[in-house]
């Protein structure tokens, strides 16, 4: 019998309950330490996976997203006034780099757990219990395919890059060459993938998986105490969302 991860033990709707509360939750505390407490415990999360190639890509374009972010905010926030360290002419401020900060760990916040849903739950996982659920296959297959457009995006862009090195394009080193020559494969990279996604679509069809009939596939495993993690989640889920409609009244 194979032995369950500590993540397999857990279902993809107590994922998916779960990204929504802690997303709610750094929207909600207004504390930067806090709210990059929180990044730190997703990371250390994140790393648990094993996927650390994927967990780095994904990083280091939010990182540099983030330094861009402190970079304008630090020169030209509004509420700049209080000088926290000066380059030559350019002066960076205390207020905006924390605000800038502050959006950054929510950002990272968001990118965590989404990454923790898709590494550690699959396609046919999560047919099969939002099925197992009584949701109709189509919508199934509809929320599917928006969640996992992206990974599928990043396998083609994997794929036209292994196609250009063997043809010996693309071989410089330089991160700006990288950056313009990702702009050519944008437009073929999106039709590719929508492609793909009407494919499937298709090939479900014509095997009757939208039929009324059909029974739903039998769950991969059982998982622990699914009930109780949706109605607690849930519950967290409308305290931090009445927290912040409380807060955006009381502005």
Same mark, same amino acid.
């Given at each position: 019998?194979?032995?369950?991860?500590?993540?397999?033990?857990?279902?993809?709707?107590?994922?998916?309950?779960?990204?929504?509360?802690?997303?709610?939750?750094?929207?909600?505390?207004?504390?930067?330490?806090?709210?990059?407490?929180?990044?730190?415990?997703?990371?250390?999360?994140?790393?648990?996976?094993?996927?650390? $190639?994927? !967990?780095?890509? +994904?990083?280091?374009?939010?990182? %540099? #997203? @983030? =330094? *861009?972010?402190?970079?304008?905010?630090?020169?030209?926030?509004?509420?700049?006034?209080?000088?926290?360290?000066?380059?030559?002419?350019?002066?960076?401020?205390?207020?905006?780099?924390?605000?800038?900060?502050?959006?950054? $760990?929510? !950002?990272?916040? +968001?990118?965590?757990?989404?990454? %923790? #849903? @898709? =590494? *550690?739950?699959?396609?046919?996982?999560?047919?099969?219990?939002?099925?197992?659920?009584?949701?109709?296959?189509?919508?199934?297959?509809?929320?599917?395919?928006?969640?996992?457009?992206?990974?599928?995006?990043?396998?083609?862009?994997?794929?036209?890059?292994?196609?250009?090195?063997?043809?010996?394009?693309?071989?410089?080193?330089?991160?700006?060459?990288?950056?313009?020559?990702?702009?050519?494969?944008?437009?073929?990279?999106?039709?590719?993938?929508?492609?793909?996604?009407?494919?499937?679509?298709?090939?479900?069809?014509?095997?009757?998986?939208?039929?009324?009939?059909?029974?739903?596939?039998?769950?991969?495993?059982?998982?622990?105490?699914?009930?109780?993690?949706?109605?607690?989640?849930?519950?967290?889920?409308?305290?931090?969302?009445?927290?912040?409609?409380?807060?955006?009244?009381?502005?």
């Amino acid at each position: 019998m194979t032995t369950l991860t500590w993540f397999q033990r857990f279902d993809p709707v107590t994922k998916l309950l779960l990204i929504l509360c802690l997303g709610l939750a750094s929207f909600v505390i207004p504390t930067l330490t806090i709210n990059w407490l929180l990044v730190f415990i997703l990371f250390l999360l994140a790393i648990s996976i094993g996927k650390l $190639s994927s !967990l780095v890509k +994904i990083l280091s374009f939010s990182l %540099f #997203f @983030i =330094a *861009t972010m402190i970079i304008v905010q630090g020169l030209v926030n509004p509420g700049n006034h209080t000088l926290l360290w000066r380059i030559e002419i350019l002066n960076f401020y205390k207020e905006g780099v924390n605000y800038a900060l502050l959006l950054g $760990s929510r !950002l990272l916040t +968001i990118v965590l757990t989404t990454f %923790f #849903f @898709i =590494a *550690t739950t699959s396609v046919t996982e999560n047919a099969r219990y939002l099925e197992s659920q009584g949701i109709a296959f189509k919508k199934v297959y509809m929320f599917i395919s928006v969640c996992y457009i992206l990974p599928q995006m990043m396998a083609n862009l994997h794929q036209i890059k292994l196609a250009q090195r063997a043809r010996g394009i693309g071989q410089q080193k330089s991160w700006l060459y990288r950056f313009k020559m990702l702009f050519p494969i944008l437009v073929p990279l999106v039709v590719k993938t929508l492609d793909q996604a009407m494919t499937r679509a298709i090939a479900l069809q014509l095997r009757e998986y939208d039929n009324p009939q059909r029974q739903p596939q039998p769950l991969i495993h059982h998982y622990l105490l699914a009930r109780f993690n949706h109605y607690l989640l849930s519950i967290l889920i409308i305290m931090l969302g009445g927290m912040k409609v409380w807060l955006l009244i009381q502005k």
